[in-house]
């Protein structure tokens, strides 16, 4: 399994692991990269996710928009659809905190690894 693999797993762990209120440290307990590649590799792949998710916002808010003058047709799906990518979105915010903090965790340990 290459680094991208296990950071694509990674990513949709802790998405799933966050079904449930969860703090941030126990997300960062729950991802599964480890050094410095894996690491990078998981950021990779949360930046991918979220460009994407990113773009299907903006394509769904701009639906959202009246096509001309006095537009009053239904716009809600859209709004929906918007409404549901930001929650997506926020979900995968709290997983990169939450990446951070096991990230700075596994630094601080391997400086005091080299330091002893």
Known sequence: MTTAQQAEGALDAALRFMDRQRS?????????????DGYLAFVAEWKAQYAELSAEIRAHK?????????DVSYKGNAQCRRETGRWKARRLLIVRKGS?????????????????
Not at 27 to 35: D, M, P, R
Not at 101 to 116: D, H, I, M, N
């Open 62 to 70: 701009r639906e959202m928009r009246p096509a001309y003058p006095g």
């Open 24 to 36: 941030i440290e126990e997300i960062a307990s729950a991802l599964t990269f480890e050094g410095r």
């Open 100 to 116: 951070k903090l096991r990230a700075a965790v596994q630094w601080e340990a391997a400086r005091k690894a080299v330091a002893a």
